[in-house]
């Protein structure tokens, strides 16, 4: 079966560039989080979204960071003017349902990001 | 949060039992404790979770200590293949997304 997909794996940006991060979930599942994880550290989160609604965008570092799912499948993070410390991984994460305690999440391989 | 302290790595042999141990001494009433494992150059994947009993499932075990400020999570039989980075996460019920460490880095030896 299908799990959550990202593209690309690998971007390579100069600084001051915008990038746009792509997520394909699980078909069906109904959250989806974006995570930010730098070299050696684990993953924070960014970005949760419950079908459309962006729940909860507290931990989006700078009003540079942008995140959508328009139509609740598909998510896109897009970071404007990108700058060196905006290098890492990105992982997004979808989980079949929210707010319960049994909510497991499903991770995609992430996108690593080098802004040069 | 309850805030979490794991040994930051570990060596175990292959075929032998793995115990990574986790302390969340400030984890209250309502948080489960979630384990997270990350392959390299992978996301995390989901292990175990447990509220107060001990938990087995096709992976790991988890064992819970009875004040609930600890919890070790149990590989019975190490392979090479569960070399990772082992996270442990306690969760607020109802609680959406999920609070990383820095985890323990497990080397398995052939």
């Known amino acids: 079966g299908a799990g959550v997909s990202q593209s690309p794996r690998y971007k390579v940006a100069k600084r001051g560039q915008d990038v746009a991060l792509r997520c394909d979930p699980i078909s069906g599942h109904v959250s989806l989080f974006w995570y930010q994880q730098a070299l050696g550290q684990g993953p924070e989160f960014l970005t949760y979204f419950q079908n459309e609604a962006q729940l909860d965008k507290s931990g989006l570092p700078s009003d540079r960071f942008f995140a959508e799912r328009p139509e609740g499948s598909v998510s896109t993070l897009k970071i404007q003017r990108t700058q060196q410390e905006d290098s890492a991984v990105y992982l997004c994460?979808?989980?079949?349902?929210?707010?319960?305690?049994?909510?497991?999440?499903?991770f995609g391989p992430g996108t690593r990001l080098t802004v040069l | 949060d309850a805030k979490t302290t794991q040994p930051n790595s570990m060596e175990s042999n292959e075929e032998e039992p793995v115990h990574l141990p986790c302390n969340h001494s400030?984890?209250?009433?309502?948080?489960?404790i979630h384990w997270y494992r990350q392959l390299p150059s992978q996301g995390p994947e989901y292990v175990i979770h447990?509220?107060?009993s001990n938990v087995n499932n096709r992976m790991a075990s988890l064992a819970i200590a009875e004040d609930r400020k600890s919890s070790t999570l149990i590989l019975h039989r190490a392979t090479l293949r569960d070399a990772a980075v082992y996270y442990c996460?306690?969760?607020?019920?109802?609680?959406?997304?999920?609070?990383f460490g820095t985890g323990t880095r497990l080397t398995v030896i052939p």
């Open positions: 447990g509220l107060t």
């Open positions: 400030t984890i209250s009433g309502t948080d489960y």
């Open positions: 994460a979808s989980s079949l349902a929210s707010g319960t305690y049994a909510n497991q999440q499903f």
């Open positions: 996460i306690p969760r607020k019920t109802g609680a959406n997304n999920l609070f």
